[in-house]
Protein backbone atom coordinates (compact mmCIF):
# COMPACT_ATOMS: atom_id res chain seq x y z
CA UNK A 1 0.00 0.00 0.00
CA UNK A 2 1.43 3.21 -1.18
CA UNK A 3 2.26 5.56 1.81
CA UNK A 4 3.26 9.25 2.61
CA UNK A 5 5.27 11.26 5.16
CA UNK A 6 2.18 13.43 5.82
CA UNK A 7 -1.63 12.95 5.44
CA UNK A 8 -3.57 16.48 5.58
CA UNK A 9 -7.37 16.37 6.25
CA UNK A 10 -9.08 19.41 4.45
CA UNK A 11 -8.29 20.97 1.34
CA UNK A 12 -9.05 24.85 2.14
CA UNK A 13 -6.68 27.14 1.82
CA UNK A 14 -5.09 26.13 5.49
CA UNK A 15 -4.75 22.76 4.31
CA UNK A 16 -3.47 23.60 0.43
CA UNK A 17 -0.95 25.71 2.09
CA UNK A 18 0.27 23.67 4.71
CA UNK A 19 0.96 20.82 1.78
CA UNK A 20 3.25 23.38 0.04
CA UNK A 21 4.84 24.44 2.45
CA UNK A 22 5.76 20.74 3.83
CA UNK A 23 6.21 19.90 0.08
CA UNK A 24 8.79 22.40 -0.17
CA UNK A 25 10.66 20.74 2.23
CA UNK A 26 10.69 17.24 0.36
CA UNK A 27 8.08 15.45 2.17
CA UNK A 28 5.53 13.68 0.46
CA UNK A 29 2.11 14.84 1.07
CA UNK A 30 -1.42 13.48 0.94
CA UNK A 31 -4.19 15.78 1.00
CA UNK A 32 -7.66 14.31 1.67
CA UNK A 33 -10.83 16.10 1.03
CA UNK A 34 -14.81 15.21 2.30
CA UNK A 35 -16.06 17.51 -0.55
CA UNK A 36 -14.11 19.42 -3.18
CA UNK A 37 -10.99 20.96 -2.54
CA UNK A 38 -11.77 24.61 -1.43
CA UNK A 39 -15.07 25.06 -1.46
CA UNK A 40 -16.27 25.42 1.49
CA UNK A 41 -15.04 28.11 4.54
CA UNK A 42 -12.01 29.37 1.41
CA UNK A 43 -14.69 29.93 -1.45
CA UNK A 44 -17.33 32.00 0.91
CA UNK A 45 -15.00 34.41 2.11
CA UNK A 46 -14.42 37.74 1.75
CA UNK A 47 -10.77 38.13 1.82
CA UNK A 48 -9.62 41.06 4.20
CA UNK A 49 -6.52 41.02 5.18
CA UNK A 50 -6.39 43.16 8.34
CA UNK A 51 -4.13 42.11 10.58
CA UNK A 52 -4.39 44.83 13.04
CA UNK A 53 -8.11 44.92 13.02
CA UNK A 54 -10.13 45.61 16.54
CA UNK A 55 -12.31 42.31 15.96
CA UNK A 56 -8.95 40.16 16.32
CA UNK A 57 -8.30 38.96 19.60
CA UNK A 58 -5.05 40.86 21.25
CA UNK A 59 -3.66 37.26 21.46
CA UNK A 60 -3.78 36.73 18.23
CA UNK A 61 -2.42 40.25 16.71
CA UNK A 62 1.06 39.40 16.72
CA UNK A 63 0.60 36.49 14.13
CA UNK A 64 -2.32 38.15 12.50
CA UNK A 65 0.44 41.28 11.21
CA UNK A 66 3.07 39.00 10.48
CA UNK A 67 0.80 36.75 7.88
CA UNK A 68 -0.53 40.11 6.65
CA UNK A 69 3.04 41.19 6.21
CA UNK A 70 4.10 37.86 4.84
CA UNK A 71 0.93 38.47 1.70
CA UNK A 72 2.55 39.47 -1.10
CA UNK A 73 5.30 36.61 -1.28
CA UNK A 74 2.78 34.00 -0.28
CA UNK A 75 0.59 35.31 -3.85
CA UNK A 76 3.66 35.60 -5.61
CA UNK A 77 4.76 32.18 -5.08
CA UNK A 78 1.14 30.77 -5.80
CA UNK A 79 1.02 32.91 -9.05
CA UNK A 80 4.34 32.22 -9.90
CA UNK A 81 3.54 27.92 -9.50
CA UNK A 82 0.25 28.15 -11.11
CA UNK A 83 0.24 30.46 -14.00
CA UNK A 84 -2.91 32.21 -11.84
CA UNK A 85 -3.64 35.55 -11.63
CA UNK A 86 -4.61 36.07 -7.84
CA UNK A 87 -6.16 39.53 -7.31
CA UNK A 88 -4.38 41.03 -4.37
CA UNK A 89 -5.09 44.44 -3.83
CA UNK A 90 -3.12 47.36 -2.29
CA UNK A 91 -5.94 49.76 -2.16
CA UNK A 92 -6.30 50.22 1.75
CA UNK A 93 -9.45 50.02 3.71
CA UNK A 94 -11.91 52.64 4.98
CA UNK A 95 -13.39 52.51 8.51
CA UNK A 96 -16.76 54.47 8.87
CA UNK A 97 -17.76 54.22 12.84
CA UNK A 98 -20.34 56.32 14.82
CA UNK A 99 -18.19 55.19 17.78
CA UNK A 100 -14.79 56.57 16.77
CA UNK A 101 -12.98 53.34 17.53
CA UNK A 102 -10.61 52.67 15.71
CA UNK A 103 -7.35 50.31 15.67
CA UNK A 104 -3.77 52.75 16.44
CA UNK A 105 -2.98 52.16 12.93
CA UNK A 106 -5.85 53.94 11.46
CA UNK A 107 -5.93 57.99 10.58
CA UNK A 108 -8.67 59.83 10.55
CA UNK A 109 -10.10 61.65 7.40
CA UNK A 110 -11.53 65.49 6.78
CA UNK A 111 -14.91 65.22 4.51
CA UNK A 112 -12.98 66.38 1.62
CA UNK A 113 -9.98 63.86 2.32
CA UNK A 114 -12.78 61.05 2.27
CA UNK A 115 -14.87 62.59 -1.62
CA UNK A 116 -11.29 62.96 -3.08
CA UNK A 117 -10.54 58.98 -2.07
CA UNK A 118 -13.58 56.88 -1.80
CA UNK A 119 -16.37 59.47 -4.34
CA UNK A 120 -18.90 56.56 -3.77
CA UNK A 121 -18.78 57.15 0.16
CA UNK A 122 -19.64 61.45 -0.63
CA UNK A 123 -23.66 61.34 0.06
CA UNK A 124 -23.24 58.81 3.21
CA UNK A 125 -23.10 61.78 5.97
CA UNK A 126 -19.73 61.06 7.27
CA UNK A 127 -19.05 64.31 9.49
CA UNK A 128 -15.33 63.65 8.73
CA UNK A 129 -12.69 64.20 11.84
CA UNK A 130 -14.17 67.25 12.92
CA UNK A 131 -13.09 71.22 11.62
CA UNK A 132 -9.49 70.41 12.30
CA UNK A 133 -9.16 67.75 10.24
CA UNK A 134 -7.31 64.41 11.14
CA UNK A 135 -6.64 65.08 14.77
CA UNK A 136 -9.03 67.84 15.41
CA UNK A 137 -11.60 67.91 17.98
CA UNK A 138 -14.01 65.34 18.07
CA UNK A 139 -17.51 65.89 16.80
CA UNK A 140 -19.90 66.91 19.95
CA UNK A 141 -22.40 64.40 18.91
CA UNK A 142 -20.53 61.00 18.89
CA UNK A 143 -23.05 59.71 16.94
CA UNK A 144 -21.90 61.03 14.19
CA UNK A 145 -20.54 58.93 11.03
CA UNK A 146 -16.53 59.40 11.40
CA UNK A 147 -14.21 57.89 8.89
CA UNK A 148 -10.93 56.51 8.80
CA UNK A 149 -8.52 55.49 6.51
CA UNK A 150 -6.00 51.91 7.77
CA UNK A 151 -3.41 50.61 5.32
CA UNK A 152 -4.77 47.07 4.41
CA UNK A 153 -4.85 44.64 1.49
CA UNK A 154 -7.51 42.09 0.07
CA UNK A 155 -7.72 39.62 -2.00
CA UNK A 156 -9.69 37.40 -3.76
CA UNK A 157 -9.98 33.78 -1.56
CA UNK A 158 -11.51 31.95 -5.13
CA UNK A 159 -8.49 32.78 -7.26
CA UNK A 160 -6.53 31.73 -3.87
CA UNK A 161 -7.78 28.68 -3.77
CA UNK A 162 -7.56 28.07 -7.26
CA UNK A 163 -3.94 29.09 -7.74
CA UNK A 164 -3.27 26.84 -4.12
CA UNK A 165 -4.70 24.08 -6.06
CA UNK A 166 -2.85 24.16 -8.93
CA UNK A 167 0.53 24.85 -7.33
CA UNK A 168 -0.06 22.04 -5.22
CA UNK A 169 -0.54 19.86 -7.77
CA UNK A 170 2.87 21.51 -9.48
CA UNK A 171 4.48 20.15 -6.24
CA UNK A 172 3.29 16.72 -6.82
CA UNK A 173 0.99 16.90 -4.02
CA UNK A 174 -1.57 14.02 -3.77
CA UNK A 175 -5.26 15.24 -3.61
CA UNK A 176 -8.17 12.76 -2.81
CA UNK A 177 -11.18 14.49 -2.98
CA UNK A 178 -14.83 13.34 -2.11
CA UNK A 179 -13.31 11.47 0.42
CA UNK A 180 -14.32 11.63 3.98
CA UNK A 181 -12.02 11.01 6.84
CA UNK A 182 -14.03 9.13 9.50
CA UNK A 183 -11.22 8.35 11.90
CA UNK A 184 -7.57 8.71 12.49
CA UNK A 185 -5.60 5.24 12.80
CA UNK A 186 -3.49 4.94 15.73
CA UNK A 187 -1.34 2.30 17.25
CA UNK A 188 0.35 1.86 20.72
CA UNK A 189 -0.08 5.85 20.94
CA UNK A 190 1.08 6.39 17.32
CA UNK A 191 -0.29 7.97 14.03
CA UNK A 192 -0.46 5.30 11.36
CA UNK A 193 -2.45 6.83 8.98
CA UNK A 194 -6.38 7.60 8.07
CA UNK A 195 -9.64 6.04 7.58
CA UNK A 196 -12.31 7.22 4.61
CA UNK A 197 -15.42 6.20 3.76
CA UNK A 198 -14.15 4.41 1.07
CA UNK A 199 -10.17 3.31 1.72
CA UNK A 200 -7.62 3.49 4.23
CA UNK A 201 -4.12 6.20 3.68
CA UNK A 202 -1.13 5.35 5.64
CA UNK A 203 1.36 8.01 7.06
CA UNK A 204 3.18 8.50 10.43
CA UNK A 205 2.00 12.22 10.85
CA UNK A 206 -1.75 13.37 10.07
CA UNK A 207 -3.27 16.75 10.69
CA UNK A 208 -6.41 18.01 10.87
CA UNK A 209 -7.29 21.26 9.18
CA UNK A 210 -10.71 19.88 8.55
CA UNK A 211 -12.27 24.00 9.63
CA UNK A 212 -16.09 23.40 10.60
CA UNK A 213 -15.78 19.59 10.32
CA UNK A 214 -12.52 19.39 12.49
CA UNK A 215 -14.16 18.46 15.70
CA UNK A 216 -16.14 15.11 13.21
CA UNK A 217 -12.99 13.38 13.07
CA UNK A 218 -11.76 11.09 16.20
CA UNK A 219 -9.92 9.77 17.96
CA UNK A 220 -9.60 13.35 19.18
CA UNK A 221 -12.03 16.36 19.35
CA UNK A 222 -11.83 19.51 19.17
CA UNK A 223 -13.94 22.15 20.28
CA UNK A 224 -14.65 23.39 16.99
CA UNK A 225 -18.37 24.51 16.03
CA UNK A 226 -19.61 26.07 12.18
CA UNK A 227 -20.47 29.47 12.27
CA UNK A 228 -22.36 30.78 9.62
CA UNK A 229 -21.92 33.69 7.02
CA UNK A 230 -24.23 34.81 4.64
CA UNK A 231 -22.99 36.93 2.16
CA UNK A 232 -23.74 38.01 -1.52
CA UNK A 233 -21.92 40.00 -4.49
CA UNK A 234 -23.68 42.64 -7.10
CA UNK A 235 -22.51 44.33 -9.67
CA UNK A 236 -23.28 48.01 -11.78
CA UNK A 237 -23.73 50.97 -9.49
CA UNK A 238 -21.00 53.42 -8.35
CA UNK A 239 -17.15 52.17 -8.60
CA UNK A 240 -15.95 51.38 -5.11
CA UNK A 241 -11.67 51.52 -4.78
CA UNK A 242 -11.49 50.62 -0.99
CA UNK A 243 -12.44 47.82 1.58
CA UNK A 244 -15.51 49.63 3.55
CA UNK A 245 -16.57 48.37 6.65
CA UNK A 246 -18.56 49.59 9.44
CA UNK A 247 -20.56 48.09 12.31
CA UNK A 248 -23.15 46.77 10.35
CA UNK A 249 -21.49 45.94 6.91
CA UNK A 250 -18.05 45.26 4.94
CA UNK A 251 -17.96 46.33 1.20
CA UNK A 252 -14.72 44.34 -0.58
CA UNK A 253 -14.31 45.04 -3.84
CA UNK A 254 -13.01 42.92 -7.00
CA UNK A 255 -10.57 43.69 -9.76
CA UNK A 256 -13.68 42.21 -11.93
CA UNK A 257 -16.31 44.25 -10.81
CA UNK A 258 -18.31 43.14 -8.43
CA UNK A 259 -18.64 44.16 -5.11
CA UNK A 260 -18.97 41.18 -2.24
CA UNK A 261 -21.37 42.18 0.71
CA UNK A 262 -21.29 40.55 4.21
CA UNK A 263 -21.60 39.06 6.19
CA UNK A 264 -23.72 37.41 9.10
CA UNK A 265 -22.79 35.37 12.33
CA UNK A 266 -25.37 32.72 13.12
CA UNK A 267 -25.56 29.29 15.28
CA UNK A 268 -26.75 27.17 12.57
CA UNK A 269 -25.36 24.15 12.24
CA UNK A 270 -24.45 22.99 8.89
CA UNK A 271 -26.67 24.54 7.16
CA UNK A 272 -25.97 26.69 4.45
CA UNK A 273 -28.99 28.36 2.77
CA UNK A 274 -29.36 31.37 2.51
CA UNK A 275 -32.35 33.28 3.33
CA UNK A 276 -33.75 36.05 1.53
CA UNK A 277 -34.65 38.50 4.30
CA UNK A 278 -31.03 38.56 5.38
CA UNK A 279 -29.52 39.34 1.80
CA UNK A 280 -31.68 42.00 1.85
CA UNK A 281 -30.85 43.36 5.04
CA UNK A 282 -27.27 43.20 4.08
CA UNK A 283 -27.86 44.99 0.76
CA UNK A 284 -29.61 47.90 2.72
CA UNK A 285 -26.81 48.23 4.78
CA UNK A 286 -24.33 48.56 2.11
CA UNK A 287 -26.86 51.15 0.32
CA UNK A 288 -26.82 53.26 3.68
CA UNK A 289 -23.01 53.19 3.06
CA UNK A 290 -23.05 53.88 -0.87
CA UNK A 291 -26.95 55.07 -1.46
CA UNK A 292 -25.59 54.97 -5.88
CA UNK A 293 -25.59 51.31 -4.60
CA UNK A 294 -29.25 51.10 -5.67
CA UNK A 295 -28.90 50.72 -9.27
CA UNK A 296 -26.63 47.84 -8.48
CA UNK A 297 -27.63 44.17 -9.62
CA UNK A 298 -27.48 41.21 -7.37
CA UNK A 299 -25.05 38.98 -8.64
CA UNK A 300 -24.45 35.84 -6.33
CA UNK A 301 -25.92 34.58 -2.94
CA UNK A 302 -24.37 32.50 -0.93
CA UNK A 303 -23.23 31.24 2.90
CA UNK A 304 -20.50 29.29 4.15
CA UNK A 305 -19.03 28.35 7.29
CA UNK A 306 -16.75 29.37 9.53
CA UNK A 307 -14.25 27.52 12.04
CA UNK A 308 -15.48 28.92 15.71
CA UNK A 309 -14.26 27.63 18.93
CA UNK A 310 -15.24 28.55 22.47
CA UNK A 311 -12.39 31.46 22.94
CA UNK A 312 -12.15 32.40 19.23
CA UNK A 313 -8.91 31.50 18.90
CA UNK A 314 -7.17 29.18 16.38
CA UNK A 315 -6.24 25.57 17.65
CA UNK A 316 -2.87 24.89 16.52
CA UNK A 317 -0.69 22.01 17.69
CA UNK A 318 0.54 17.87 18.16
CA UNK A 319 -2.08 16.52 20.12
CA UNK A 320 -1.49 14.06 22.80
CA UNK A 321 -1.37 11.15 20.30
CA UNK A 322 2.26 10.89 18.79
CA UNK A 323 2.30 12.43 15.43
CA UNK A 324 -1.17 13.60 15.28
CA UNK A 325 -1.41 17.56 14.97
CA UNK A 326 -4.24 20.21 14.41
CA UNK A 327 -4.70 23.71 12.35
CA UNK A 328 -8.23 24.86 12.36
CA UNK A 329 -10.54 26.99 14.11
CA UNK A 330 -9.04 30.00 12.30
CA UNK A 331 -12.95 31.33 12.39
CA UNK A 332 -13.30 34.52 10.36
CA UNK A 333 -9.17 34.66 9.89
CA UNK A 334 -8.36 32.02 7.73
CA UNK A 335 -7.52 33.57 4.47
CA UNK A 336 -5.04 36.19 6.29
CA UNK A 337 -3.73 33.63 8.35
CA UNK A 338 -2.75 31.03 5.76
CA UNK A 339 0.55 32.03 5.59
CA UNK A 340 1.76 31.97 8.94
CA UNK A 341 -0.34 29.37 10.15
CA UNK A 342 1.78 27.10 7.11
CA UNK A 343 4.88 28.46 8.63
CA UNK A 344 3.71 27.11 12.45
CA UNK A 345 2.65 23.99 11.37
CA UNK A 346 5.55 22.78 9.08
CA UNK A 347 7.90 24.11 11.58
CA UNK A 348 6.53 21.80 14.08
CA UNK A 349 6.20 19.02 12.14
CA UNK A 350 9.65 19.09 10.97
CA UNK A 351 10.87 19.81 14.64
CA UNK A 352 12.74 22.95 13.11
CA UNK A 353 13.45 26.07 15.20
CA UNK A 354 9.81 27.86 15.81
CA UNK A 355 9.47 31.61 14.11
CA UNK A 356 6.39 32.04 16.16
CA UNK A 357 5.36 32.01 19.96
CA UNK A 358 1.68 30.24 19.31
CA UNK A 359 1.30 28.57 23.47
CA UNK A 360 -1.40 29.92 23.84
CA UNK A 361 -3.29 28.64 20.53
CA UNK A 362 -2.03 24.42 21.61
CA UNK A 363 -4.86 22.35 22.00
CA UNK A 364 -4.58 20.72 25.41
CA UNK A 365 -5.63 24.33 26.43
CA UNK A 366 -9.31 22.82 26.23
CA UNK A 367 -8.43 19.63 27.88
Given amino acids: MKSWDAIIIGGGIIGLSLAISLRK??????????????????HAAAGMLAGSGLEIPPLLRPLAEESARL????????????????????????????GREFPGAAELMSIEQLAATEPALAETGISGAGRGGPGGPPPHDQREIVAAYVSERSVDPRALVLAAIKAAKHRNVDISAGAE???VLVEHNRITG???????????????????????????????????????????????DHVVRSEKVYLVPRSDGRLVIGS???????????????????FQAA???????TT???????????????????????????GYFVATGHYRDGILLAPVTAQIMSDLILVNAPHHNFASLAPDRFS
Avoid at 211 to 238: N, Y
Avoid at 287 to 293: A, I, M, N, Q, T
Wanted: one cysteine or more; glycine letters at 10%; a negative charge.
Fill in 25 to 42: QGLRVLIVERGEPGREAS
Fill in 71 to 98: YPEFVHELEDESGIKVDLREHGTILVSQ
Fill in 181 to 183: VKA
Fill in 194 to 240: VETDKTSYAAPVVVNCAGAWAGCVGPERFPVMPVKGQMLAIVGGPKV
Fill in 264 to 282: TLENAGYNKQTDVDTIQRL
Fill in 287 to 293: VELVPGL
Fill in 296 to 322: AKKHEAWAGLRPGTPDALPILGETSLK
